[in-house]
């Protein structure tokens, strides 16, 4: 099997996101915004595996960044579309892994799926984890909504 061949994102909106969430998650040593058709992915590296409860914030955060119309703007339909037009809407990805470590301990995927409403716009709205403990993927929901802001 072959490695998949990234190109890195860096922009004022990406380095401030990295800041943010670096400071809210101390345990974050690493954090890479890169696409590579036909997926956006956002990776870290953390320094110990983190909590349940961890993970979920960290997913929260990260879904509703890339999600968001200034990432979808700026990354998606920008930067990702420009070099690969021809491949249409990515799926979207977060993955952690543990320093140290070559597994990955989570990862968590979403496909695009298109509006039911009148502007076409694309949805990012079911997403999957896969753990290292996984042999596939399954579907990912928030516990509950506390965590969401």
Known sequence: MGCTSYSNVSSALIKEYKQNI???????????????????????????????????????????????????????????????????????????????????AYQFTCKPMESDSDTGAVQYTEWYVQTADDSESRPYSVSNNEHDK
């Open 22 to 104: 670096k400071q809210e998650f101390p345990n974050i040593r690493e954090t890479k915004f890169r696409y590579s058709t036909p997926r956006v992915e956002i990776a870290y590296i953390v320094e110990k595996q983190l909590g349940e409860n961890e993970v979920e914030r960290l997913f929260v955060k990260t879904r509703d960044f890339m999600t968001s119309p200034s990432f979808q703007n700026e990354v998606v339909n920008g930067e990702y579309k420009d070099e690969n037009p021809s491949w249409g809407d990515p799926e979207l990805a977060i993955t952690l892994t543990v320093r140290g470590n070559d597994v990955t």
